[in-house]
């Protein structure tokens, strides 16, 4: 009892330094009691990352249960089976298209919405700045609004997504406790209710095929191609909402601060597009947002020649297949050229996007959306980051994201 609380603490306070720790004594698979996970099993060696992915005793989506508060009971994320493949495949329509224009037309038009905001010389938070653009572009990409739509549908966003900025009571059940709209759990609560009221007259009046993946989602619907309630299209897009605005912005926000803390903002490299995406992927290689990802064993089974019992929770680990000495020379540093001619990782030795066939639904769209980020911050005047030393990852949410949002300032070109 006392090792599932010290290791939960520890766990919880600096995800990635329980995970040094362990890979500072070389070890990459490891069983630990964490609160809920029925012993967990961190799985980081790629061989077995693979086995995992490979396994069918290993389900994704039902070991995720805590995120349904927010994306609800049928979201793609937490069902599994035909289900999953038949919701999974419209939406993958939407995201998987490599030159994606409503994407980077939506990207640029925010980007430059959100620099006229910037001042030379002002302390600002890149994590904050990304966030505007990604978190209004999915809007409109997801749900095809114009102004003032966009403008009533941002605020009530916002005003959630205040709400839980603290991790903690999302995974200690009893603070989940609706007290009124003076506690975390109620305002919670109140502000999920108003985002999900507003998307649910907002399906009333999106005609079928209008250019959102809402109007493609009706669309499918109404053909007989997808079976989904008006309940469960209105929890699609939340959903969506959440997962594709925070990641991006996120993951951009490490790219910058990474180039910061190695004095590579000025690299005339950065001029090259294969290398602005070498420093992309490097970025998520050394700090992967979604830390691991859960699969639940739903019959007992084996990993590695070790028993997992049926309930049993195995996290095939990001952080610890993309930090293994075997795979990667001086893992703690960060170096492109990992990406760069030829260069590249073995396939389960690089997986912050996750694995399997519940690989991330976004990853080319948001891939292209960080290119995106990258090139426009470059262009926008000399940056400089505002706190001493490397930047310090902290938990947001359920991602890793640098402490303060990465506080910097940018001096003019001119
Ligand atoms: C850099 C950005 C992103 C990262 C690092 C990321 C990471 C991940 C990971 C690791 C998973 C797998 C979870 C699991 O196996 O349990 C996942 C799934 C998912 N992501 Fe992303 N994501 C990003 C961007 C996006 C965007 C832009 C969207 C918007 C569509 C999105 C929507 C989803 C959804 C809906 C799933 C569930 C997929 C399924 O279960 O089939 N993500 N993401």
């Known amino acids: ?23 500072g004594q070389g070890i990459y698979d490891f069983k630990v009691d964490l609160p809920g996970s029925n012993g967990a099993m961190f799985v980081g060696t790629p061989d077995l990352v693979e086995e995992v992915a490979r396994n069918k005793d290993l389900s994704g989506g039902t070991g995720l249960r805590f995120v349904q508060p927010f994306t609800g009971p049928r979201a793609l994320i937490v069902i599994a089976g035909d289900e999953h493949r038949n919701r999974r495949r419209p939406i993958q329509q939407m995201f998987y298209q490599t030159e994606n224009q409503q994407m980077m037309e939506l990207t640029e038009k925010y ?47 916002q005003q959630w997504l205040q709400s839980f900025e603290s991790p903690l009571w999302l995974f200690l059940k009893p603070l989940q406790q609706d007290l009124g709209s003076l506690t975390p759990w109620g305002r919670f609560l109140r502000g999920r209710s108003a985002v999900s009221r507003w998307i649910s007259d907002r399906l009333e009046s999106t005609p079928a095929n209008s250019a959102s993946v809402l109007g493609h989602l009706i669309a ?28 991006a912005a996120c993951g951009s926000a490490w790219v910058t601060m990474h180039l910061l803390d190695n004095s590579m903002m000025q690299s005339p490299n ?10 992309i992927k490097e970025a998520m290689r050394c700090t992967p947002m979604v830390i691991h990802v859960t699969r639940e064993a739903v019959a007992d089974t084996r990993v590695g020649g070790q028993s997992v019992r049926k309930g049993q929770k195995v996290f095939p680990c990001a952080y610890l297949a993309q930090h293994h000495r075997d795979y ?28 399997g066939s519940r690989i991330c639904v976004g990853m080319p769209f948001a891939t292209e959306q960080m290119k995106i980020l990258l090139q426009r911050t470059l262009e926008l005047g000399r940056l400089e980051k505002l706190t001493i030393g490397k930047t310090t990852p902290v938990r947001k949410f359920i991602i890793m994201a640098p402490k303060d949002g990465g506080l910097v300032r940018y001096r003019s070109f001119n």
């Open 1 to 23: 009892m006392f090792d599932t609380i010290r290791n939960a603490y520890s766990w919880y306070r600096d995800p990635y330094g329980f995970l040094d720790q362990r890979i």
């Open 270 to 279: 950065l001029e090259s597009p294969a290398y602005r995406e070498a420093c």
């Open 111 to 157: 980007f430059d919405l959100g620099a006229r905001d910037l001042k030379p010389d002002e302390p600002f938070s890149i994590l904050e700045f990304y966030e505007q653009i990604t978190l209004r572009t999915i809007i409109d990409f997801v749900l095809g609004v114009n102004e003032p739509e966009h403008e009533q549908i941002l605020r009530l966003l």
């Open 328 to 355: 990667y020379e001086h893992p703690e540093a960060f170096d492109p050229n990992r990406f760069l001619n030829g260069n590249s990782p073995d396939r389960y030795a690089w997986f912050p996007f996750g694995i």
């Open 220 to 247: 499918k619907r109404d053909n007989g191609n997808l079976r989904i309630s008006n309940e469960d299209l209105v929890w699609q897009c939340i959903e969506l909402l959440l997962f594709g605005h925070d990641t």
